[in-house]
């Protein structure tokens, strides 16, 4: 059974900071991951989809890259603002379209 | 594009009654939604698969007769929680996947903004 651990559950930064949040997966066999944010009491806003045939995704100050070997993925967060303030989740397919979410990184982003 | 709408937003209801809750791709069509639950603090669980004209396909532990799933047209799926009890109380959020062209985003999931219901 898949299961999606993300590293560190909680983050709190200052205002700036280069972010690096951990996704992995017990089974390696990723077809499809998807990195998005949630806000409180919010639904998903997906950030970077990384597709079978991609390693490595960017948009604007994001970036998200897949080690499939490993079953790793790693969302870069770069100069970090407080509206970055949010959780974020790695979710992954293994060709169904049936999506395993992570467990998520509280992030929070002091002015 | 490739918006999907969930209705309604929130609701609040008496424990024993039941509360539908509908899922709506609104410009794209979705022959595959997924309901997911999400309890406080916690991440998105999948309940179920639904398939447009076939019956859906229930995780684990999910029970069926509990959470009724219909997904009568390509572009709208309903989750019915049949005698609500506190414990049902949680954020339900649908998704559906967009079968466009590889060039317009094929395999993404789309989700709806979720509906929190609250069962007195």
């Known amino acids: 059974k898949q299961e999606v651990t993300q590293i560190p559950a909680a983050l709190s930064v200052p205002e700036g900071e280069n972010l690096v949040l951990n996704c992995s997966f017990t089974?390696?066999?990723?077809?499809?991951l998807q990195w998005f944010r949630q806000d409180p009491g919010k639904g998903l806003t997906s950030l970077l989809l990384?597709?079978?045939?991609?390693r490595e995704q960017t948009s604007g100050r994001l970036n998200a890259s897949l080690d499939k070997s490993s079953g790793r993925s790693t969302l870069y967060i770069a100069a970090s603002q407080p509206g970055d303030s949010a959780t974020y989740l790695c979710?992954?397919?293994?060709?169904?379209?049936?999506?395993?979410f992570g467990t998520g990184t509280r992030l929070k982003v002091l002015a | 594009g490739a918006v999907v709408s969930q209705h309604p937003s929130w609701v609040i209801c008496k424990s024993g009654t039941s509360v539908k809750i509908e899922c709506r791709s609104l410009?794209?069509?979705?022959?595959?939604m997924f309901w997911y639950r999400q309890f406080p603090k916690q991440s998105l669980m999948l309940m179920a698969t639904?398939?447009?004209?076939?019956?859906?396909?229930?995780e684990q532990g999910v029970e069926k007769d509990k959470f009724l799933i219909n997904h009568a047209s390509l572009t709208l799926s309903t989750l019915t929680v049949t005698s609500a009890h506190p414990e049902d109380s949680s954020f339900y959020i649908c998704?559906?996947?967009?079968?466009?062209?590889?060039?317009?985003?094929?395999?993404?999931?789309?989700f709806g903004a979720g509906s929190r219901l609250t069962v007195l």
């Open positions: 410009d794209f069509q979705a022959t595959t």
């Open positions: 979710a992954g397919t293994s060709g169904t379209y049936k999506y395993i």
């Open positions: 639904s398939n447009e004209g076939s019956k859906a396909t229930y």
């Open positions: 990384i597709q079978s045939s991609q």
């Open positions: 998704s559906a996947r967009w079968t466009g062209g590889a060039s317009s985003g094929a395999n993404v999931l789309t």
């Open positions: 089974d390696s066999a990723i077809y499809n």
